[in-house]
């Protein structure tokens, strides 16, 4: 099946920079989810979105559900060294859930 | 909280072995799914499960089996390892049926087939 399409792969970032990740598909999806996934470990779900044009924040991380249902967009603001990893979209229709390839964020303090 | 364990984190297997990974989620959840994770291409769903005894193949199902006979666990094998199985296997949990269910992911078990 189709995945997601998720940009930028990579961010090079100075501490303190804000972040903004996004993911595109061309088909709709009813739920929005980010993930992020620490070196050798699982994804770990940081923000979930179930509604178009829904803005969600956790902390310091800030969400969105695209009016069209094709896209979401997570930032982050003020990045600190601990915000390294890498992130990734997911999007779900009923029973199919789609990935993005993932965003590896460096953080240079 | 979800907790959704792994038997192991690293394996090692030679090829033509049979391996099996395991998952266990202690939350009562309906639906298990087992991806793999490799490098450029994301997570790939090989099986997943709504219930005991169920399966339904994923994307990428060749070369898998699945074995759901506990609502907690749910196994992938491996019936002849190869090399081009070397991945991240990844084990996920979500609860309910109405196309919205947040899966969470177990810690991953890195496999290197030789």
């Known amino acids: 099946g189709q995945q997601l399409n998720q940009s930028p792969q990579s961010m090079f970032i100075q501490e303190g920079e804000d972040v903004s990740m996004n993911c595109t598909s061309s088909s709709i999806f009813n739920t929005w989810l980010w993930y992020k996934q620490d070196p050798g470990e699982g994804p770990v779900l940081l923000i979930a979105l179930y509604k178009a044009g829904e803005l969600t924040s956790n902390g310091r991380l800030t969400a969105q559900f695209g009016i069209t249902r094709k896209d979401s967009f997570l930032n982050i603001s003020a990045s600190i060294p601990s915000d390294v990893g890498i992130y990734f979209c997911a999007g779900q229709l009923a029973s199919d859930m789609r990935f993005g390839a993932g965003t590896r964020l460096t953080v240079k303090p | 909280d979800v907790k959704v364990t792994q038997s192991s984190r690293y394996l090692v297997k030679r090829t033509g072995e049979k391996v099996f990974l395991e998952c266990v989620q202690d939350?009562?959840?309906?639906?298990m799914f087992w991806y793999r994770q490799d490098p450029g291409l994301g997570l790939r769903l090989i099986y997943f499960?709504?219930?005991?005894?169920?399966?339904e193949k994923g994307d990428i199902p060749e070369g898998y089996s699945v074995s759901r006979e506990k609502k907690e666990r749910f196994s992938l094998i491996l019936e002849s390892a190869s090399t081009n199985q070397t991945s991240m296997y990844l084990c996920?949990?979500?609860?309910?049926?109405?196309?919205?269910?947040?899966?969470?992911f177990g810690p991953g078990t890195r496999l290197l087939v030789l």
């Open positions: 939350m009562d959840h309906e639906n």
């Open positions: 996920a949990s979500s609860f309910g049926s109405s196309g919205q269910e947040t899966q969470y």
């Open positions: 499960s709504y219930d005991v005894k169920m399966k």
